[in-house]
């Protein structure tokens, strides 16, 4: 029940926040509108982890003495109520920049509104490469917007080099069916994988597209199976319990690897009754993990503050309103196409790695960079309810451990 | 094999939606009402039995209790909050309590959904299951949960058919559903009847919600197609006709399932919604409904 | 015309005093509460649309979004593949068409049935459309939703003023049209379509009109909200959740008054809006409100404008 | 004026209607000439009622032709039989709650056209001159809820008129209205024949349309049986039969026998209103223990209204007291667990259950010995139902399922059966059996009967004293004996 409490707390929070904003507003303060989706899991995490930032900021005298003020908006999962929500947060609010949503459809959809009212924008977890595509595009129109977290096809190559290490190289794994849900995202990711599988030595026997809404998976796991690869290669972010769920209740004997969004979040193993066990995920950080000498202390001071631990898109919104503080300060003030120079100039260590935006020019312009030195990623599995760290060799706290189930072919040959 | 597979797995997935479907039938049968919370009520026993089992610790069986239990107070809430006070109400015409019923109903709905969000986020739950493990059922690994879901639906409906055709108090309900104004003559009070159906859909909807739970995981997203798919059903098969519901899930269960293995799990659903369509057509009354 | 009792005429005055008001905000408020009023706006002409269907000819459309997603993503689509050889304006006039095919082609079947049987077809409707539209991906961008190129214009006022003038045109013609002898004749055929046939008159033919104007003004509402969003999806044109809040919209404001429905449809989003502070819990107290007023208030707001006492 | 004088308007022609099984109608021909009034009677269930729809449209005849000056109309859809000129004054009426009667009547004006957004100017002037010829020029403003019984009957004319139908079908043109009223609507009938229209009366009896008609064509069972001036429909054999069945036989016992001082049952100057229409008006009667009362009237006269309203079913003004005590406001429910159970005209059995399962329920409150010994009972009664036990109520027959519905009644042990038109739609061997099941009834057990019925044979028998119910009111009260004398004359 505990997460009750917490919804109720919180929401007391919002509210008193609300209404505390009122009267706050006459100092000069610096507004970061957060647009995210309160009661998902991903979402959940971007308001509070946002939050902490401010007040960390703030308890150090803010940015050249102005505070921040976190404005947050509820947007149900919807494009309505986030375009809604972003028009409420500029003209209304008055925010200076905003962090919005976990999901590509909508920050695909604010992308032109960020655009038509001049706001910088930047999404903590959002992966679809259309968006960065959208800016070389049309660059004048649309610099505002800053791709805050990995794109799918960045995303594909780090589960690609993971997979090499960890199933190719020590199991002899040869093939992979690709299983992801049919969202604006998965597509530059299943190409990605597509692409990078094979470079691995995984074959790919089948690729398999689902409907977001759908909630029997059996039929799905019955034509994997039936086509008997050594692993199944995930992008799912949606949907995430019932697959999961059912893949243990059936026992599936192949095990799941990739991007599985909701396995991030530390609630997971309960909302699944643990099912999630031995299931491996990518991410840019995880609990216990020192990717960089910021990471653990934020997870420490996140706990500390709102009881659970944040997802992926916590990290990430963290990490935005430190780097928007900087770009203001650097820009010397609030001016969006300034504040744009400043940020298109970020070079930060936050606590997923270091931060640096794809230049102007590049074809996907505003991404982050990946690799060696920059953003590296990370692949968990959860092993008897936690999170443990596998990969990289550098970062890893524990190795592979396979539930009962899985049947590894490589094994018994 | 993939035969085999259909017959096993479209047989869980049938028996969940006939157990959905029988008590909404249920309740119009006998008093006229389309429950269009009928989701919301079954994502909240289900969403109550995780939060037991799962949240509290309690266990899988103490879960599954306050689940029940769960489904049988919203399904007295439904009926006191929003059916009552419009089947009373003297403000509202009596060919408009239909449309006003539908409405308030479907308004409590969504109350409970954002209730249910509010305090339990809706990322979708699964009601920790009371048996785990697998078996090969002629050649098809199929979980053992899957197994129990078909049996104790089938149970709950088997129990359901004794009380109402071999108890005086099930009799007088089935007669109430046949021909109300019969049964005020025979001295039997309607409002107590109602009390009865009313409690015996919450037992029905809040079961077949843990089930579903178990089975396949709900969140609050899965109100709104849940009650359109026990909708359907009820009205494919005829309305107020509870084995005509049993048949009709059958139908759209089997359906699914094979479209799902055949063709695409994308395409689950088409299918059995033409076949809505062409009923409606052809047989306005539903497959086995009179009238 | 004899004047008319009092309670009408607070009715009167009060949609006057609404009106003014509706004029005068441009000059006042922020682009924010105009880009919610025009939102609502949009509503309004749905949930007045639906107005006449049930009101009028007295069936239950549970479908609205059925007639309003066919002409949102018909103008989307054709704006999203021929921008920019199209002007918006051709997409817009080719969404209502499509709408009005549409509405025809769904009238036909569910006309022949009525009460519960006529919702549903309605319902499968709207179902088979949300399933074409996820999996004709390609075409319509899915569940991912489809964006289009074009909007008419991103200045808060003049969306504002294009919303308002639809919303009075659309409204004006539906409140004449539901005052005027095809509304009458309708409404005759809702009450007693026995009598209304002995009297000379084609039921299924004025229904059928009804269902074409419905469409119509859906269809063209729809398409003007993808062009003031730049989105189109089945989040927020095509869902169950939609239409149930045009209905909730419709009653809540009073039912057969065309006028309710607007001051419903502006009420809900309004209020919604209204209390986003409260976060998540936002949609639970509108719900719970329009409950209330479903229980004890069950003419609506333009009953309680009224005085409570039905003429 | 006579028949021949022009030639007819409406020839139907071996007019034919079945539901199912059931033939409504049979083989029905007959004629109205322009400017002819012809009454069409029958009892509840002789089919009048459905060969109207189904020359109104509303009904699809089976077989058959309907000519309308010699255009057929047996099979058009109803608005397109109303555009070639005939109307139909509804006996019920649902008229726009929120329009003024005036422009209730408009409506009635327009045309079936979508072309026409707005109202002719010479509409108003039409609608005004319609209602100064009903008489609702006084009323023109308000709305229809605010409206006297009558006036919303001649607004169900004016909207008839407005089309300037040729021929003109009026269903049940007197229900409800006073006598004052009753010489109005005359006047108004009358008045369409004047103007060369044709007019179908449909209604229960001669007596009420007797003054108004040029000829009368009686019906039973869906049969056509006697035509002719009314006087002579009246004389006619076959009419009487029908009516007052054969022979009058009465073995009542006088009043002063039962000795309870007050009667059981009393009925005080009970009304009930449906909307505007009164149902009962000042209906008082009572009931002594043990004793056997019939109720008779013809179908609308308030028989069934004053049972429900016994029952519990219908508030009402008035009292209505059982064993001294007023019944109101116990329910339904309990007003039958109290020892008042009504077997209604409808019978409301279980058709999905079998004769044992409604038994069963009847038997509800019973112990289980109890229940057993008064279903032995009952079996004896009805011996028929002892085979048909197992099998499902509606797949009985009409007498068998008769028979069902007052054994079930009997199986709650009441103290006063109401039996609502036991005899309706049942063959002549039924008939005695039921009449012998009531014998016995009277002879070997303690209870009281309230038997209302329009077949007068079958009611006087069973009767100890008789109350005759005509449109709304006690007409008559007397032992059997006296009813031919009294009350039959009235009755046909």
Known sequence: ??????????????????????????????KIGVIAEAQAVAGSSIAPAAQLAAEEINARGGVDGRMIEIVVYDNHSSSADSVRAFQRAVSEDKVNAVIASYISEVVLALEPWAGRMKTLMITPGAASDVITQNIAKDYDHLKYTFHGYLTSSSLAGLVCDAAKDLLVDPYKMKSAVIMSEDAAWTTPLDAGYEKCLPEIGLKVVDHIRMSPDTTDFTPIFNKIEGDKPDVIITGISHVGTQPTVQWKSQQVPIPMFGIASQATNSTFWKD????????????????????????????DAFQKKFGNFPSYAGYTAYDDVYMIADAIKKAGGTDSDRMVDAMEKTDYVGTIGRVVFKPKGDPNPHALKTGKGYITGLMLQWQDGKQVNIWPKELAVGSTKWPSFIKLKAAAN | MLFWQILIDGFAISALYALGATGFTLIFGVSGVLNLSHGAIMVGAAVAAW??????????????LVGVVTGVVLSFATYFLTVRPIQTSRKIAEAEKEIFILTATLLWGIIIQEAIAYLFTNNAKTVL?????????????????????????????GLLWLLVNRTKRGKAVMAASMNPRGVTLLGIELSSIYLTVWAAYGLLAGTAGILLGMFLGVSSYSVGPLTASAFSIVVLGGLGSVSGSLIAAYVVGYLETATAYLVSPAYRTIPALLLLVVVMYLRPQGLFGRR | MKLRPLPASRLFWTGAAAFAVAMLLPLYASGYVLGLLTVAYYTAVFAMSWDLLFGFAGEVNFGPTFLIGVGAYTAGILDARLSPGISIYLCILAGAAAAVVAGVALALPALRVSGPYFGLTTLVAVLMLQNFIIVAADLTGGEIGLAVPDVITIDASANYWIAFCFMTVSGAILFGLSRSPIGLILQASGQDKVQAGALGFNVTKHKLVAFIVSAFFSGLAGALMVFYMGTASVGSFVDISVGVQIIIAAVLGGRRTVIGAAMGAVFLIGMGELLRPLGELATLIVSVIALCVILYFPDGFVGMLRGGARA | MTQGMSAPILEVTNLTKRYGGLVAVKNLSFSIAPGEILGLIGPNGSGKSTAMKSIMGVERPSAGSIKLDGVELAGLPSHQIAR??????????RPLARQTVLENIKVALLPDKLTHLFADKDTDGKARAIAARVGLAGVLDRKPATLAFADLRRLELAKAVARHPKLVLVDEPFAGLTASEVADFSQLIREFRVEGRAVLLVDHNVKSVSALVDRVLAMYLGEWIAEGAAADVMRDETVRRVYLGGALVSTARAESLFSDRTPVLQVENVGVCYGKARALQDVSLHVHEGEFVSLVGL???????????????????????????PLRPGSPAQIARSGIVQCPETRELFGEM???????????????????????????????????????????SGGEQQMLAIARALMMKPKLLILDE?????????????????DRLRETTKITLLLGEQNVTFALPHADRVYVLDHARIVWEGPPDRFEAEAAANYL
């Open chain 1, 272 to 299: 699944t009754n643990g099912a999630v066990e031995g299931v491996f995920y990518n991410a840019v950080s995880g609990p216990g993990v020192a990717v960089t000498p910021k990471t653990l202390p934020f997870v």
């Open chain 4, 84 to 93: 070639k000129g005939v109307g139909l004054v509804f006996q019920h009426s």
């Open chain 2, 129 to 157: 299951p009371i048996v785990d493990g697998v078996v090969i059922v002629l050649g098809v690994r199929t979980p053992s949960n899957e197994i129990f879901t078909a049996f104790v639906c089938w149970f709950a409906i």
């Open chain 4, 422 to 438: 036991p005899t309706l739609g049942l063959a002549p061997v039924i008939l005695e059996t039921l009449s012998r099941a009531l």
């Open chain 2, 51 to 64: 939060a037991a089992s799962s949240e509290l610790g309690l266990g899988p069986y103490a879960g599954a």
């Open chain 1, 1 to 30: 029940m505990k997460s009750a409490f917490h919804n109720l707390a919180t929401g007391a929070l919002a509210i008193a926040g609300a209404l505390a904003t009122v009267p706050a507003c006459a100092a000069d303060a610096i």
């Open chain 4, 354 to 396: 079998s004769v044992r399962e409604n038994l069963d329920l009847g038997g509800n409150a019973l112990g289980g010995e109890e229940c057993a010994r008064q279903l032995n009972w009952l079996f004896d009664l009805f011996p028929i139902l002892k085979a048909r036990q197992s099998q499902m109520a509606r797949t009985l």
């Open chain 4, 299 to 325: 179908n609308g006269a308030g028989k069934t209204t004053l049972f429900n309203a016994i029952s519990g079913l219908m508030a009402y003004s008035g009292e209505i007291k059982w064993a001294g005590r």
